[in-house]
């Protein structure tokens, strides 16, 4: 089962992620070695420019997982910062300063300053921008909404492929690697349901990929400091500001409250069963007897319950049914109905009608 989430961990996008940045880091520590600036030696100079390669990385890790306005809102802000260090010391003159490296000192340091104390104040204000009413970000802000990040249980239900090859889910579609860990887990349970609810999910996670028109997204983002997986999906989502598709009731709760918007796979298929009024007539297959005295219960092709008054002698028959009710409740829809021999007289088991 480990070779089968390496399988799905090692993507093309990733391995020329990764390749880019090693040759970079590889780049800089020959030109490094190579011209030995400063006087330094070879080993030197190749150590310093691997240094600098890796911290150029793990820059690039932090700026790619911040959103698009806090960079906007950092640029300006040091920019405007900068101008108005440069005009501050532009109005002073020389004597002010004192001498001649006091004043060099001043005019490199107070820009510096300002730039920074601009940069920090553009990210803390960068909520403000409004990038949607831009035409040139209109695509960028948009598009980042439609991304949706799908947890273990949604894939484990399986019905996602299904919804994903119908082309109803538009946008891409994120599946972190916590959340494959998770299904890892699961599939290497020594539990044989558990462990086949796993391998399901896995599937559906290679199913999805191999679907023409979806774009699969695997991220290794990740939150060390929280151990639930819930909990990452929702700090995910709002770093992302994406949706969450789920079927656990209590994420979907969580992330509703947290302002999160949640796509819920058992409340789409409930919307999508036909509507039923009472005083239509409708044909069931009678399964089994119900709770109440002389009642048969069937389902509907979606998984519905059909509880049937006066049909307890018709199991394992196809019955004409008249509805008296319907039911709403959370785990999903209940019809209610009744047999009436008036109405139906041929429905009548043939034993009896021999009997008689």
């Known amino acids: 089962m480990s070779t089968r989430l390496e399988t799905l961990n090692l993507n093309r996008p990733n391995w020329e992620k990764l390749s880019i940045r090693g040759a970079f880091v590889a780049l800089t520590a020959a030109l490094s070695a190579f011209l030995h600036p400063f006087g330094w030696s070879p080993l030197t ?35 405007i910062g ?6 501050f010391v532009s109005l002073l003159s020389s004597s ?5 490296t006091t004043a060099q000192f001043f005019r490199l340091l107070v820009p510096l300053l300002c730039g920074f104390l601009g940069l920090l104040v553009g990210i803390a204000k960068s909520d403000l921008l409004d990038l949607s009413s831009l035409g040139l ?19 484990i239900d399986g019905r996602i492929a299904d919804i994903a090859e119908t082309g109803f889910l538009a946008g891409e579609l994120v599946i972190p690697q916590f959340v494959l860990h998770e299904l890892q887990l699961v599939a290497d349970s020594p539990d044989s349901t558990r462990r086949n609810r ?20 695997l991220t ?24 969450i598709v789920t079927n656990d009731f209590n994420l979907n709760k ?11 796979i058992n409340e789409l298929a409930n919307a999508l069963r036909p509507i039923v009024l009472p005083g239509e007539a409708m044909r069931v297959f009678i399964l089994k007897e119900g709770k109440e005295y002389n009642q ?18 018709f199991i394992s028959k196809t019955v004409d049914i008249t509805v008296t009710s319907v039911l709403q409740t959370t785990a999903g829809k209940m019809i209610f109905g009744k047999y009436d021999d008036r109405v139906h007289p041929s429905a009548e088991p043939k034993s009896s009608a021999a009997s008689s």
């Open 45 to 79: 100079g190749a150590l310093v420019g691997l240094a600098v390669g890796v911290a150029v990385n793990l820059l690039e890790l932090r700026l790619q997982a911040a959103r698009l306005a806090v960079l906007i809102g950092a640029c300006l802000g040091a920019v």
């Open 82 to 87: 900068g101008a108005i260090g440069l005009l």
């Open 96 to 100: 002010a300063l004192g001498g001649s």
């Open 137 to 155: 970000f209109a695509k960028t802000a948009s598009g980042s909404h439609l991304s949706k990040i799908l947890d273990s249980s949604v894939l």
């Open 198 to 217: 796993g391998r399901r999910g896995l599937d559906i996670v290679s199913r999805l990929q191999k679907t023409p028109g979806i774009l699969i997204e």
């Open 220 to 243: 290794a983002q990740d939150f060390p400091a929280i151990r639930e997986v819930d909990l990452k999906l929702i700090e995910l989502a709002k770093l992302r500001q994406s949706k």
């Open 254 to 264: 969580l992330a509703q409250v947290q302002g999160i918007e949640v796509l819920n």
């Open 296 to 313: 048969g219960v069937g389902y509907l092709d979606d998984g519905t319950m059909v509880v049937v008054d006066n049909a307890r002698r």
